[in-house]
């Protein structure tokens, strides 16, 4: 890594996945020169701590970019369309960890285990993917590369942490509350702005972000869609359905995958195992497979309950976890900055 350092600005420093960014950034030792944490108007004027120090937080504005390197952008779709193009236009490397570039033709989608040379590509943007995209293709892609893949069919089990702080706290509230017999309120899931809401304590909702014209939800289809991207392969069929469970922390996912060649499971164990970031824990027999409770504050991804299909001769069961707010959010977007500095951006 180069031995320059960079000025950092974090936008969304406040939020659930800003939060977590100052904090990898500083456990990855990121040569961090100068870090300017920003955020909405109501935020400015809080502090936080970075590497022992106390840092105010600023209103996000065109000007806050002058003189960043990088800009790690967390604040949703909406602030990144307005702001994004100002940071970049200012000479900073944006990488945005909204949904507003994602599917932008000219906006490179990256997974640095997955397609870190797409990195190099870039006119100033770059965006970071859906978290739950982002652990399914890092446990696809050596099966990708040493079988090919026809088809993946996948069921996510998604954190509330998704959702947000606010999410968060109200499944703190809905679960006091439920167990001690109180009246049980709901005004974020499964979408804050749409009008009807449900409790997440206790139960399960089949809904990740708003409907689509398809049947299908925009997280289903972020999933589609920036799986074929990544992997720069149309031809995959991908298909999922998303459902938000009562978990804080870390996404699991079912995922089901047809491989255009046949496989023996020890040789995919073994591919698995060997690919940087994945770690494979696969023993049923002793109780061993990956659990969210287990991932959290960890940045890999986890890997268990392989299994040959039953029906189909090429088809392959995996179970996959990892930390939604890490490797799915702030780690994943670190990595991309630190791509960028060992090829010299």
């Known amino acids: 890594m180069a031995n320059r350092e960079y000025t950092v600005a974090v936008v969304g420093a406040t939020g659930a996945v800003g939060q977590q960014m100052l904090k990898y950034l500083d456990e990855r030792n990121f040569p961090v020169k100068e870090l300017r944490p920003l955020a909405s108007k109501r935020?400015?004027?809080?502090?936080?701590?970075f590497r022992g120090e106390e840092v105010v937080v600023e209103e996000a504005t065109p000007e806050s970019f002058a003189g960043v390197d990088f800009a790690l952008f967390s604040a949703g779709?909406?602030?990144?369309?307005?702001?994004?193009?100002?940071?970049?236009?200012?000479?900073?490397?944006?990488?945005?960890?909204?949904n507003a570039f994602r599917m932008d033709p000219e906006v490179p989608l990256v997974v640095p285990e997955v397609n870190p040379e797409a990195a190099k590509n870039h006119k100033g943007i770059i965006a970071n993917p859906n978290c739950s995209t982002i652990q399914m293709v890092v446990a696809l892609k050596p099966l990708y590369d040493r079988y090919g893949i026809e088809r993946v069919i996948v069921s996510t089990y998604q954190a509330v942490s998704g959702a947000g702080w606010q999410a968060i706290h109200e499944l703190e509230q809905q679960t006091k509350a439920s167990l001690n017999g109180d009246e049980v309120t709901a005004s974020v899931l499964p979408v804050g702005k749409l009008d009807r809401h449900y409790q997440m304590a206790f139960n399960v909702i089949p809904q990740v972000d708003v409907a689509e014209e398809n049947g299908f939800t925009l997280e289903e289809m972020k999933m589609v869609r920036e799986t074929k991207k990544i992997f720069a392969d149309d031809s995959i069929g991908v298909t999922a359905t998303c459902v938000r469970v009562p978990v804080f922390r870390g996404h699991s996912e079912s995922v089901y995958v047809e491989l255009k060649s046949d496989f023996e499971l020890d040789e995919v164990r073994a591919l698995l195992s060997e690919m940087p970031g994945i770690v494979v824990q696969d023993d049923i027999a002793g109780q061993i497979y990956p659990m969210p409770l287990h991932s959290a504050d960890r940045t890999e991804v986890f890997v268990g309950r392989l299994r040959r299909d039953l029906n189909h001769p090429r088809g392959l069961n995996l179970w996959v976890v990892s930390d939604n707010l890490l490797k799915g959010a702030a780690t994943n977007a670190i990595q991309i900055a630190e791509v960028l500095i060992e090829n010299e951006r």
């Open 43 to 49: 935020s400015a004027g809080q502090t936080i701590t």
């Open 77 to 98: 779709g909406g602030v990144s369309k307005v702001l994004a193009p100002e940071a970049a236009k200012r000479g900073a490397v944006v990488i945005d960890n909204s």
